[in-house]
């Protein structure tokens, strides 16, 4: 049974590898038994094996929604990675995420009344930030005045609150809801 891909290239001071010791050790050679390095890796491994077999006789069941929540941490901790330059300051260079930009921009877009925010994609080019915008409005209560309200609540926060002076804005009606 072979431990890893590679494993016969470890080899213990003594000149043998791994490999063979794992694959010797319910019955070691004369070498093995007497070879103090040998006599370590083999209890390590050992060791090894009974900890990994209780690890699979364990029948105990995680709690409710772990793997959810591990999830979660594990998209927001990939999505943290998208960082953004911010204008220089006198302190030198500064980030953010385009997450939190994103939710930043999307936050502005809800504060219009009969408009939701839906996905917000944010990056930079040579000009500045180019935000893409969707979003559901009331079927109700829409009106054309309402879209230039987002626009501008959009681009006023781009400036006020994440430092972007210049900001293109692609919006997005993809959805009709009623409130």
Do not use: K
């Not at 901790?77 to 997450?99: F, H, K, W, Y």
């Not at 930009?101 to 990056?123: S, Y």
């Not at 915008?133 to 987002?150: K, M, W």
Request: some cysteine; proline content about 5%; overall charge negative.
């Amino acid at each position: 049974m072979a431990l890893s891909p590679g494993t016969d290239e470890y080899r213990l001071p003594c000149g043998r590898d791994v490999e063979s010791l794992w694959e010797e050790l319910d019955a070691p050679d004369e070498h093995g038994t007497s070879c103090q390095h040998c006599q370590a890796s083999r209890a390590s491994l050992q060791l090894l094996r009974e900890t990994t077999a209780e690890l699979v006789a364990d029948d105990t069941e995680p709690p409710p929604g772990l793997t959810a929540r591990i999830m979660a941490a594990v998209r927001a901790d990939v999505r943290r990675r998208d960082l953004l330059e911010l204008p220089t300051t006198e302190a030198g260079a500064a980030r953010i995420s385009a997450q939190a930009a994103a939710t930043i921009l999307r936050f502005a877009a809800d504060t219009v009344d009969g408009v939701r925010a839906r996905h917000c994609r944010v990056e930079l080019d040579a000009t500045g930030a180019v935000v893409e915008l969707n979003i559901a409005v009331d079927g109700r209560t829409f009106s054309h005045p309402a879209l230039e309200q987002v626009r501008q609540r959009v681009e006023t926060a781009a400036g006020s609150r994440i430092g972007w002076p210049t900001v293109t804005l692609h919006l997005t009606m993809t959805d009709i809801f009623e409130a």
